[in-house]
């Protein structure tokens, strides 16, 4: 079936520094995919919707500085944390639509920790 | 608002017990109800869905049905294997692209 991948695993970063997070879809092309984020023993919360060729749309509450997004292509969309700070550490997990209705596919998330 | 609320773990049961997550929701409208799985290093994998009332999802032996009078969409395995391992996140969409998840429940199957 359809894998969507994310690099990387796992990745920590000093404090003030960028960090770039890949969302691909591997056998399929992805208008449209989805970035979360779950907290420790919490829920994933929708950050935003990645839309190949137009900007980002990004929740209520989601900076949309400092979580940059882009579709670059029909299999790529990225986030990147600028100015990272310790209270950014988290596990940030992208989706994407498959062809059935109300089904997603989902990455195996990122695990960012700021040091 | 929209929500869910799923039994927090972690749950430890021994091979071939019964298995019960609970998971009740909130919803503006009428929701999808699903319960997705991750293994270990892994996406999450859709185990299951139910799209109106009183449908049952089920798949490899689980099942859940949407009750609407309750608001709940428990999820059940007659008989756990140790494969079945993993953490069950119960999920709601509206509209097919924002879902709403519980935190999620960690079970372990011991031999």
């Known amino acids: 079936g359809a894998v969507v991948s994310q690099h990387p695993s796992w990745v920590i970063c000093k404090s003030g520094t960028s960090v770039k997070i890949e969302c691909r879809s591997l056998d399929f092309q992805a208008t449209t995919m989805f970035w979360y984020r779950q907290f420790p023993k919490q829920s994933l919360m929708l950050m935003a919707t990645s839309n190949e060729g137009s900007k980002a749309t990004y929740e209520q509450g989601v900076e949309k500085d400092k979580f940059l997004i882009n579709h670059a292509s029909l299999t790529l969309s990225t986030l990147t944390v600028t100015s990272a700070h310790p209270e950014d550490s988290s596990f940030y997990i992208c989706?994407?639509?498959?062809?059935?209705?109300?089904?997603?596919?989902f990455g195996p998330g990122t695990r960012l920790t700021v040091t | 608002g929209n929500s869910v609320t799923q039994m927090e773990g972690p749950v430890t049961l021994s091979e071939e017990a019964f298995l019960t997550i609970n998971c009740t929701y909130t919803a503006t409208g009428y929701p999808s109800l699903f319960w997705y799985v991750q293994y270990p290093g892994e996406g999450l994998q859709l185990l299951l869905k139910?799209?109106?009332?009183?449908d049952k999802g089920s798949n490899k032996g689980f099942e859940a049905t949407y009750r609407k009078e309750t608001t709940s969409f428990h999820l059940e395995k007659g008989s756990v294997q140790v494969s079945d391992s993993a953490v069950y996140f119960c999920a709601l969409s509206l509209t097919g692209n924002q879902f709403y998840f519980g935190t999620g429940t960690s079970l372990t199957v011991i031999p």
């Open positions: 139910a799209t109106k009332a009183d």
């Open positions: 989706s994407a639509p498959t062809s059935v209705s109300y089904e997603q596919y």
